[in-house]
């Protein structure tokens, strides 16, 4: 009786094997699949940015007390970006959105934006993307480092459906006429660009 069984636990185990073989070998990933990904192209840059001066609408048109909490909601401002990489060089115009303590300073800030890049290095195409980070105190009272992470997305041009990835430090300065409100800021950052 154990002869037998294991004649057909034998036979399973063959089956089984010869039933797995193949002339072609199997790869988890399909030719397509693979084609795509050996096509994903990493370039890093580093940024540097600062605001345009002056801004030219009225920050209190932009704002709601409650508390002591500022508001701030979709205030528009033009950056000067310089980077590493030309694609990332120029003007960023974007809606900055800020909550602030009234008394620390302190609070999150958010915002969308569009860079233009030189339209020859480019060929038309723009940056659209998203901003957030959280606005923290220094040794001094009017000037906050603010991390923010910026995604962004390329419309058009060369740089259609790529990928871009930024983490920037703001260094915001404000005074005690404006405070807490940002009178100046210049950003230090890195990233990269992800191209399919």
């Known amino acids: 009786m154990k ?17 797995g073989c193949s002339d072609q070998s199997q790869s988890p990933v399909t030719p397509a699949e693979q084609s795509s990904l ?3 192209i990493i370039t890093e840059y580093t940024i540097t940015s600062s605001p345009v001066l002056p801004f030219t609408e009225n920050p ?18 033009t950056d000067n970006v310089v980077a590493s990489d030309a694609r990332l060089t120029g003007q960023m115009e974007h809606l900055l959105s800020l ?9 999150p800030c958010n915002g969308s934006f569009k860079l233009y890049p030189d339209p020859l290095v480019t060929d038309g195409g723009y940056w659209e993307g998203t901003y957030e980070g ?6 001094d009272p009017y000037v906050f480092v603010l991390p923010l992470r910026m995604v962004a997305h390329g419309n058009g041009g ?7 990835f930024n983490d920037v430090t703001l260094t915001v300065y404000t005074n005690p006429e404006y405070y ?14 992800k191209e399919h």
């Open 38 to 40: 050996d096509k994903i």
């Open 134 to 139: 959280y606005r923290s105190k220094t040794d």
């Open 158 to 164: 060369a740089i259609d459906k790529m990928q871009g």
């Open 3 to 19: 002869k037998f069984r294991f004649a057909i636990v034998l036979c399973a185990f063959l089956f089984l094997a010869m039933l």
């Open 180 to 193: 807490p409100l940002p009178i100046y800021w210049t950003a230090e950052g890195t990233g990269f660009i």
């Open 99 to 107: 909550k602030l303590d009234i008394v620390t300073g302190e609070g």
């Open 60 to 77: 209190y048109d932009y704002i709601l007390m409650a508390g002591r909490t500022l508001y701030m909601k979709d205030y528009p401002v």
